[in-house]
């Protein structure tokens, strides 16, 4: 029987003679295919400049390269901000305050000893009801305090965090998921107290470019080096994939890492104006409907 073509196959009403045909439709195309790669492979070995032209004609497209424009991409960083304080002065470091929600229960206590273990210079008060969050701020403010961090719990479950920049914001809440502690990683190391280095991946908008600047503020300026640990907050369509790793060289050429934990992804949801205050940028439920635009 020659080549059969899909037409064909559509008017066939019998379904068993219908697979059969299309089975055997399938093992042509991939004996055609098979046979075009295999000459291609030949002509390749033979010059290759044409896998070369090949592969960079053919790049896939992905989400990411069919990012709707943002204009803000790529711009530099213009004017102050609440932050400029902080990086004008190297000497300053930062001083943290961590707490919880006011019902918080075991699953907030342990995520807090995970983040006293990321960042230096953090104090843990438990967190009693009766206290706002403005309360909480302005205590902190009189106590040179250069940031707050609330967790936020429910039913057992870390599901938020918030950020607030003293003395007077902004004020940044991500929600949380995927949380894995070091412990469950499989080949993890122990981090030490040295202070990590920090890394941040594709933070490539105003907005993107200002939640960078919170996450630079809660690291000292200079990193100890001799630790080898290094924290990586990678932003991959919206969402921050927390990492952090002790390297080691391993030769001139090769370094080897080893995770340490934990392993989390933040999505920011909200940023507001001073200690929650006016809303700055909200994301909205609409906003996901467009699979190809990024707000970081």
């Known amino acids: 029987m020659g080549s059969i073509d899909s037409a064909k196959l559509k008017s066939i009403k019998n379904k068993q003679t219908r697979q059969k045909l299309f089975s055997k439709l399938k093992h042509e195309e991939n004996k055609e295919r098979h046979k ?19 592969l960079t004609e053919n790049v896939p497209d992905t989400i990411e390269s069919k990012r709707v424009f943002d204009e803000t991409v ?32 075991k699953p907030a206590y342990e995520f807090a000893n995970l983040l006293i273990g990321i960042f230096p210079n953090v104090t843990f008060i438990k967190r009693k009801k009766k206290y706002s969050m403005q309360e909480m701020a302005e205590y902190c403010a009189n106590r040179d305090f250069t940031d707050l961090i609330v967790i936020n719990e429910d039913k057992k479950v870390v599901n938020g965090i918030t950020f607030i920049h003293l003395p007077s914001g902004p004020t940044f809440y991500f929600s949380v998921s995927s949380l894995v502690e070091g412990k469950k990683i499989r080949g993890h190391g122990k981090p030490t107290d040295h202070i990590p280095e920090l890394i941040l991946n594709n933070f490539s908008t105003r907005l993107g470019k200002t939640v960078g600047r919170l996450f630079q503020s809660l690291f000292p300026h200079s990193p100890e080096i001799q630790g080898r640990q290094v924290i990586t907050l990678h932003n991959q369509r919206d969402y921050i994939f927390f ?54």
């Open 36 to 54: 075009e790669r295999k000459s291609r492979a030949k002509e390749e070995r033979e010059n290759p400049e044409l896998k070369e032209k090949r």
């Open 243 to 296: 990492r952090m790793h002790r390297y080691i060289f391993r030769n001139e050429e090769k370094v080897g890492l080893q995770e340490l934990g934990p392993q989390f992804t933040l999505r920011l949801r909200r940023v507001q104006k001073g200690i929650k205050e006016e809303i700055d940028w909200e994301h909205r439920p609409d906003m996901d409907r467009d699979k190809r635009k990024f707000y970081l």
């Open 74 to 105: 790529n711009s530099e960083f213009e004017g102050e901000d609440e932050f400029n304080s902080y990086f004008a002065d190297t000497s300053k470091e930062p001083k943290i305050l961590l707490t919880t929600n006011g019902s918080a229960k």
